[in-house]
């Protein structure tokens, strides 16, 4: 079973940068993806963004598009998300994702197309 760990999480003033990290094990990767996904108190698990193995193709969600960095190591099994010019919107705990097939680009917002989940790292931005 694949197991995936986050880390980097943590209180930052709005304005600020962080990176989050998120180390798999288990398994080499190919053919899959990774992705990152939010989750504030009350709300729905939100898609922010993804990357492909292979090609390094990224998606983001809109509203962290110009603020929001996906990158990958494949040798190390690791993906990451830099996050720049955070809001109070952004806080949320964040959880890194890991498909097996690379979802198709209708539905890898969803959390269902996701095979494994890491155990998600807090982030609180303040105003």
């Known amino acids: 079973q694949v197991r995936l760990v986050e880390s980097g999480g943590g209180l930052v003033q709005a304005g600020g940068s962080l990176r989050l990290s998120c180390a798999a094990s288990g398994r080499t990767f190919s053919g899959g993806a990774m992705g990152w996904f939010r989750q504030a108190p009350g709300k729905e698990r939100e898609f922010v963004g993804s990357?492909?193995?292979?090609?390094?193709?990224?998606y983001y969600v809109d509203s962290v598009k110009t603020r929001f960095t996906i990158s990958r190591e494949n040798a190390k099994n690791t993906v990451y998300l830099q996050m720049n010019s955070l809001e109070p919107e952004d806080t949320a705990v964040y959880y890194c994702?890991?498909?097996?097939?690379?979802?198709?680009?209708?539905?890898?917002?969803?959390?269902?197309?996701?095979?494994?989940w890491g155990q998600g790292t807090q982030v609180t931005v303040s105003s």
């Open positions: 994702a890991a498909a097996l097939v690379t979802p198709s680009v209708v539905t890898l917002r969803d959390p269902r197309r996701w095979d494994y």
């Open positions: 990357i492909s193995w292979s090609s390094g193709n990224t």
